[in-house]
């Protein structure tokens, strides 16, 4: 008969061996102590909050600074920056946003809209906000971000649906900003999302490219037809009011003079008057009197006066004597 075959011995480890064991049990032990040492701390930044939940349910909201938490995944803090101006872009992307709601993946389609009157306009714009009540916006809310992303084109596109091509590309901007802010304030109150919408602000509002250069034909000579108009008011602003005071002038000169010519009339006929009276009164007196007084207005207005005596001989030799000398020729 052939022998069994042999069987393996086993050898019980020595009593130093122990040791070796006890370790590699307790690094994994160290490992999570000091694990949860760590993660018992977080900090929080100046401009954020931290919204503090134990086992899911929200417990308080943390301040600014370094705080304490239970490890192990009983408590978790996420931080919200509640004093960051955030923003949305609409129709178009700007690289190195550090907001992930900011750039959307299809602004082609959020940019082409349909105005008032059935024509087609692209519109750029932007949102800007802030986070009100953090613990609203984690949550009320499942993704507040997107949510607002399109709450915003919505509001937009009722704005731009209301107003007419012209009003969207050149007068209305202002308007349309401010009527989209408001509803879309409303919006986020009545759904309570903790957000504060702060800002809408229009950017790129342009026609269609098929139809740009049409459009910008009409706005040059709308730009031309206000211009004339400007001018045409400025000249007309420049002659009326010149040709108005020089006709106020005219006027006021004119009622003066004929003031003046009633009450030159009025003394006349007062001097007469009086006259009148002195004559009933001494008729040879008064006609002396007057013609003397004419004769003395009127003789200083004449030139040179010659008075003859009416027993007067010789009146040539008389006027001879009146005449200069003749200028005697030099030697």
């Known amino acids: 008969m052939s022998s069994p075959p042999d069987l393996p011995t086993f050898r019980f480890p020595r009593q130093g061996s122990g040791f070796a064991l006890r370790m590699l049990l307790a ?13 018992s701390f977080f900090t929080v930044s100046p401009e954020a909050v931290a919204v503090v939940q134990r086992f899911g349910r929200f417990t308080h909201v943390a301040e600014p600074g370094l705080h304490f938490k239970i490890p192990f995944g009983i408590d978790t803090a996420t931080i919200v920056p509640i004093r960051r101006q955030l923003k949305l872009e609409f129709g178009y992307t700007t690289s190195g946003a550090t907001n ?12 082409d809209m349909v105005t008032g009157d059935l024509n087609a306009a692209q519109v750029e714009w932007v949102v800007q906000y802030g986070i009100a009540d953090p613990k609203a916006y984690l949550f009320n809310v499942k993704s507040p971000g997107p949510t607002l992303r399109d709450l915003s084109e919505s509001v937009m596109r009722e704005v731009v649906g209301d107003r007419t091509v012209d009003e969207v590309l050149t007068i209305g901007r202002t308007e349309i900003e401010s009527d989209a802010l ?43 037809r206000e211009q004339m108009i400007n001018e045409a008011n400025g000249e007309y602003n420049r002659v009326i009011p010149k040709a108005k005071g020089l006709a106020d002038q005219r006027i006021s000169g004119a009622e003066g003079f004929a003031v ?8 006349d006929v007062t001097r007469f008057e009086q006259l009148l009276v002195q004559y009933d009164k001494a008729p040879a007196v008064t006609k002396q009197r007057l013609y003397l007084e004419t004769m003395n207005e009127v003789l200083p207005k004449l030139g040179g006066k010659i008075i003859l005596d009416e027993d007067a001989k010789q009146f040539l030799p008389l006027m001879n004597l009146q005449q200069s000398a003749p200028a005697q020729p030099s030697r």
């Open 182 to 224: 408001l509803r879309l304030q409303k919006l986020t109150e009545s759904i309570h999302m903790g957000l504060r919408v702060e800002q809408v602000q229009l950017n790129n509002v342009n026609p269609p490219a098929p139809v740009q250069r049409s459009f910008g034909e009409v706005n040059r000579a709308q730009q031309e």
């Open 27 to 39: 690094i994994p032990l160290v490992i999570i102590v000091l694990s949860g040492v760590f993660s």
């Open 100 to 111: 992930a709601d900011q750039i959307s993946e299809r602004p082609e389609l959020e940019r």
């Open 260 to 267: 003046q010519r009633i009450n030159q009339a009025k003394g």
